[in-house]
């Protein structure tokens, strides 16, 4: 069957999004890969559809010495085929050339700023967004207060900071990122940006837990056996060997991915579904799964690192023969672990988590698999193939939700096997839906901090992994290997296995 492309007049989210008001929105890193390949296509997007408002600018700010004029070019390029109005906005751009730490450059954009307002109608009202390596963004931060660009211009009513992840490097370097950010602005300022809260599914498993009353009642420990939580990659490194070598899997996944949607999936309903209500419940789950012991590590986590092998029919090398990475690196790209939420609902279900590159595909699945029944009528041989019900929740790239059950095969003999009902998002809507980048950043332009992290969900994360980093800094756990294209080293199937369970692929 061939699939054709989206027609243009497919009616699109975007189009009956609430327009911000007026702003300027000023990305440090202007020059950097996120800015080219993310920012400002999502722009265009918004811009395409009528979600920016008409007093708009947006001013880079970069080492790299352009003119407004280069960096308006740049924008267009990255814009791609889009309509006049994204042209028209382009028009209102600037750049500032300059260190981030140098007070010339935060002078040169409050001048910048200052204009805007008077030439493009910006408002006073500004978004900074950190598109920096991480260890500028405090010194950002600081520049932006020390010139008085964390408060509103004349007549504005926001100033406003998106933070890119990581946020920290571990427990103690967030702590201590939290504490130089708030020394210039208000936590109620801060936009903690993780672009997985941005698609569509993710959000989609609030709407199946609380708008339905077929699945809340089954949502607990009384018939959930356990949960599986997979992020599934089948890239490795590519150009990112350096940055990797000092982040791993555990930093780069599963201390903000995987949290936010462990969160999600086993929180609590929250009274009101709005930013307030949807954060304090994530909060409250994250406070309820046990910190591990760091001498306990090695019997509850597994990390790995991909060998050479092969992707479909494409041979790959292993990680340590990646650009920028050390021959004898024990980086891990493979995280496997067990927690234990210990509250009222999922006592004694254990969850278990596994994120991974060079895996035999990208997906991305929360699984919850329900107890067996109490007792089986029919014979082994009749149910072989028969596996306990599941709801899986495809994140990415199917969007969907399977809901797996047990059925008689067609036929004289009675046997039974487990099928899928499958529930697909593109194919029950019509009509086109934002990427995350252009969820977020519309969200941030109108103040909405519902998909966005807060502090108190930042450091929790942290003391979850933290004890994971500590015991892999002192070796306490071995590194275990495993060749691209597979599911991981054999011990993370022992990790399961040690409680008579089995992961389930995607």
Sequence with gaps: MTMTAPARHQEHELDRVEKPTAL???????????????????????SEHGALPSGFSV?????????????????????????????KAVDNFRYV??????????????????????????????????ATVPDLFAVVAKGLAEHGCNSPGQGGHFSRLVVEKPYGRDLRSAKELDKQLHSAFEESQIYRIDHYMGKETVQNVLALRFANSIFEPVWNRRYVDNVQITVAEDLGVEHRGGFYEHAGALRDIVQN????????????????????????????LLRAVMIPEVNAVSSLAVR????????????????????????????????????????????????YVRTGKR?????????????????????????????????????????????????KVPGEEFRLRSVGMNFSYSQAFGGVTADAYQRLLHDVMIGDP?????????????????????????????????????????????????????????
């Design 304 to 351: 790995g690192q991909y060998t050479a092998g092969n992707i479909g029919e494409q041979a790959v090398v292993g990680y340590r023969q990646e650009d920028a990475v050390d021959s004898r690196s024990t980086t891990e790209t493979y995280v496997a672990m067990k927690l234990a939420v210990e509250n009222w609902r999922w006592a004694g279900v254990p969850v």
């Design 257 to 284: 991915h995987v949290m936010q949607v462990l969160a999600l999936t086993l929180m609590e309903p929250p009274v009101v579904a709005d930013a307030q209500g949807i954060r304090d419940e994530k909060v409250k």
């Design 359 to 407: 895996l035999p595909k990208r997906a991305t699945d929360v699984t919850l698999e329900f107890h067996r029944v109490p007792h089986l009528a029919f014979g082994a041989r009749q149910a072989r193939e028969l596996r306990p019900n599941s709801i899986v929740m495809r994140i990415q790239p199917d969007e969907g939700v399977c809901l797996s059950f047990g059925a």
């Design 59 to 87: 001013v880079g700010v970069a080492r790299t010495e352009w003119s407004d004029e280069e960096f308006r070019q740049v924008a267009v390029r990255a814009g791609g085929d889009h309509s006049p109005a994204w042209q």
């Design 97 to 130: 050339s300059g260190e981030y730490g140098h007070p010339s450059t935060f002078a040169k954009l409050s001048d910048v700023l200052g204009d805007l307002d008077r030439t493009v109608g910006t408002a006073g009202n500004r978004v900074y967004y950190l």
């Design 24 to 46: 300027a929105l000023v990305v440090f890193g202007a020059s950097g890969d996120l800015t080219a390949r993310k920012l400002l296509p999502a722009l265009a997007a918004l």
């Design 450 to 506: 519902t998909l966005f992290i807060r502090t108190d969900e930042v450091e929790r994360a942290w003391m979850i992994v933290d004890p994971l980093l500590k015991a892999w800094a002192e070796e306490e756990t071995p590194l275990s290997f495993y060749p691209a294209g597979t599911w991981g080293p054999h011990e993370a199937d022992l990790l399961l296995a040690r409680d008579l369970r089995q992961w389930r692929d995607p």
